[in-house]
C-alpha cells in the first residue's frame, strides 16, 4: 500500500509498505479520509514518537470502509462504512483499528465529515466531561475556539445549555463561533480575556479548556470562577508558567487537570468512545452537532494541510482525501 513517509530532511514523501496485519480484534480499513492534527506535525519533527508498539504512520484518526475483520470482531462487518482513532498509521491507504474504537459514519456524512470526528470531538468529551464534570448551564471558557477542538466543544458545551466564550485569533474566526453558538468571541489580538471577563462575565467561568499554556495559566486562574476546573490539553504558548498565584488557587478551589488522549489505554479509549456515543451520538445522528471541515485537501497536498495548520489559519478541520 502507499503511505505518507517523513525522510531525514522531515519532508513528507510517498512510499510503499505492506497492508498491516490485524490481530482477532482489530478491523482493516479501506482510507478515504484522514483527519489532520497538531500531533502529526510535532511527529514530523521528531517531537511526539508514536506509543511504544504503534505504527511510526503518521496520523490518529480515519473514515473509510471495512475491508477485513479479525477472528474475534462480531458486531462490524466487511463494507460498514466507519471512522475511529489509531494511535498512528493513518497517513496510508489501510490502516489496522481496535474494533473498541471505531464508530459507524451517519448515513448523511461524507467521508471527509467522518474524519472530522474522533479526534476533536473525543478530545472535547474527555476535557468537558469526564476531567471537568461540566453541569448543565455552567459557563466554559475556551481557547482556541475556532480550531477542530474548539469547534467541537463549543456545539457540546451548548447542548448542555452552557455560557460558552472562546478566545479566537480574528473577527472571522470569531464570526464562525458565533455561528456555531458560542455566546461571545473574543479576539485576544484586540481584547484582553481577564480584561474583557472582569466587564462582561464578572463571576468568572466554571470550566476553562486550553490548548495555550504558558503565561495563559495564571490568566486562567484570575478568570476562574470558584470551584473552576481547568484542563490543559496542550502548550502552544510554552510549557513553563512563571509566578504561580498559588493564592488565588486556594482562594478559589481551583483544580487543573492536564491530559492527552493518545497515550491513553486501549481500555481507557474504549470506554470514552462508549460514553460519548451514549450521550451524543444521537446528535450527531440529526445534524444538531456536526464536525466542522474547514479545508479539504488531497493526500497529494498534505505539506500544504500541514502548513495552513501551522499558519493557524484554519476554522475547524484540515482533511485529507485519499484518491
Known sequence: MKYIAVNKQQQLIFSVVERPIITASQCLIQIHAIGVNRADILQRQGKYPPPVGESLILGLEVCGEIVACGDNVKNRHVGDKVFGLVAGGGYAQYAAINVDHIMTLPKHFSFAQGAAIAEVFLTAYQSLFTLAHLQNQQSVLIHAGASGVGTAAIQLAKAQQCYVTVTVSSEEKAQACI???ADAAINYNKTDFVTWTKEHHPQGFDVIVDVVAGEYLNKNIKVAALDARIVILALL????????????????????KASTLRNRSDDYKTQLITDFSNDFSQLLENGTIKPVVGKTFSWQEAEQAHQLMLANANIGKIVLTVD
Open 179 to 181: 455561528a456555531l453558538g
Open 237 to 256: 504558548g510554552g510549557r513553563f508558567s512563571k509566578e504561580v498565584d498559588i493564592a488565588k488557587l486556594l482562594m478559589k478551589r481551583i483544580s487543573i
